[in-house]
């Protein structure tokens, strides 16, 4: 399962998780996960990725397609 922050949500939604956070005194983050398995990768290919993460600054991840 992969997830990330929740970027699709409506005014209403947004509402009612700033409400809770709110009313919990404390931030709430949402997220969205997917089902998703990893690619098969080989040491090179695993290496490329972890070098354009270090220049990125982010976590990238391969999937099957």
């Known amino acids: 399962m992969l997830c990330s922050l929740a970027t ?7 509402g009612e998780i ?8 404390t931030p709430i983050l949402a997220y969205s996960c997917y089902q998703a398995d990893a690619a ?8 490329r990725i972890k070098d354009l993460e270090d220049r990125l600054g982010v976590a990238l991840v391969a999937v099957k397609q």
């Open 8 to 14: 699709k949500l409506d005014p209403g939604q947004i």
């Open 18 to 25: 700033e409400s809770l956070a709110q009313d919990l005194g």
């Open 40 to 47: 098969s990768m080989d040491d090179a290919q695993i290496g």
